[in-house]
Nanobody
Framework: VQLQASGGGLVQAGGSLRLSCAAS????????VGWFRQAPGMEREFVAR????????SYADSVKGRFTVSRDNAKNTGYLQMNKLKPEDTAVYYC????????????WGQGTLVTVSS
């Protein structure tokens, strides 16, 4: 599975962005898609994930109620809708995929930069 994240950009605090994660390979529909982010000088952190069924999801506490993770298996694409963005959401965002739910993410896309101005 090859992944490509897109949709990052510059947005004012309170604004919204939608990130996309385009995947190659039919097996994508069976994989969990995860979103991670890494701010300058910080370690990469988990943001959200969605199971193959598009129903089971989980979020980091810092984004609950503001971000929504989803997927469209027919389009081989995962999404991260980010609303009410804050300056502390500024980071490079990565999408990743794994065959399970709690396991290791074995597939990673390149990052897309999200910058939130105050």
């Amino acid at each position: 599975v090859q992944l490509q994240a897109s949709g990052g950009g510059l947005v004012q605090a309170g604004g919204s962005l939608r990130l996309s994660c385009a995947a190659s390979g039919r097996a994508f529909r069976y994989y969990t898609v995860g979103w991670f982010r890494q701010a300058p000088g910080m370690e990469r952190e988990f943001v959200a994930r969605v199971k193959w069924d598009g129903v089971s999801t989980s979020y980091a506490d810092s984004v609950k109620g503001r971000f929504t993770v989803s997927r469209d298996n027919a389009k081989n694409t995962g999404y991260l809708q980010m609303n009410k963005l804050k300056p502390e959401d500024t980071a490079v965002y990565y999408c990743a995929a794994q065959e399970g739910w709690e396991g290791r993410y074995g597939y990673w896309g390149q990052g897309t930069l999200v910058t939130v101005s105050s």
